[in-house]
């Protein structure tokens, strides 16, 4: 499932998760916690969702600064990587043995960050037209915030597209690579597996793309209508993870 618009809505609880969690543990379901956000370590992601009432363990978090490790884990083992990013970026690379540099490095790594320069912007511009490698955390183009719309990911990847003429590869939702590596920390496949989101675009799309079962929530940025705005469907449109406490045996019977 997706975190943020499923269990969390600006740093509270959704009502009824907590309720819906600890049912798919009595009935022994394992699951996995999704963000496209690579800001943060699944460290710091359970300290934050436990401050909102729900306890999910690190090895359920599954973000998309991980992805993009494991990604560059097997394309270019031990390479290195200039990063636009923050801690749950750097230290994904560093666990898998990258080297963060800004001299002829691999791949520029671009990540989100509350502290986006011109000056980190233009560096990644003219090591990207030096050639490095161009990769991406994920495609969001704006997120939320108390004060309102943040540019996010995409909105500086394209910048940086614009000016070097080279598109970087994604590797968070909707891109299904980020879920069949989750699937496989999960011991699972894609036939007995769910996915629950707020996003057309990138949650119902790559649970699709990868082969699952997809439900819709409306606790997000969706409402009852976003849905016929795309040419694919959800299976299920639902109003929230709390409609299918008592049905999480048979979710599609909501």
């Known amino acids: 499932m997706d975190m943020d618009g499923v269990l969390v809505h600006e740093e509270h609880m959704v009502p009824g998760a907590d309720r ?69 970026l750097t230290t994904a690379l560093h666990n898998i043995g990258y080297v963060l540099t800004d001299r002829d490095p691999d791949y520029v790594i671009l990540g989100e960050t509350r502290t986006y320069s011109f000056e980190a912007i233009t560096k990644a511009i003219r090591l990207v037209e030096n050639g490095a490698r161009f990769i991406a955390t994920n495609p969001d183009e704006k997120g939320p915030s108390r004060e309102g719309t943040l540019p996010a990911t995409g909105a500086v990847a394209a910048l940086i597209e614009r000016v070097t003429g080279r598109g970087p590869y994604y590797v968070g939702k909707p891109n299904p690579l980020m879920m069949r590596s989750a699937l496989r920390a999960l011991g699972s496949h894609s036939e007995n597996t769910l996915m629950i989101g707020d996003r057309m675009d990138t949650d119902v799309r790559s649970g699709l793309e990868s082969g699952m079962q997809t439900i819709l929530v409306l606790t997000g940025i969706s409402d009852e209508n976003t849905a016929e705005l795309f040419p694919y469907r959800p299976t299920k449109v639902i109003g929230s993870v709390a409609d299918l406490v008592g049905h999480t045996a048979n979710p599609f019977g909501v």
């Open 20 to 88: 819906f969690l600890a049912e798919l543990r009595e009935q022994g379901l394992p699951f996995m916690v999704f963000t496209n956000n690579s800001i943060f370590t699944p460290r710091d992601l359970r300290a934050r969702l436990h401050r909102t009432g729900l306890d999910i363990p690190e090895s359920a978090i599954w973000t998309s600064a991980l992805a993009t490790a494991q990604f560059l884990e097997k394309q270019r083992p031990g390479g290195s990587a200039h990063v636009v990013g923050e801690s749950g």
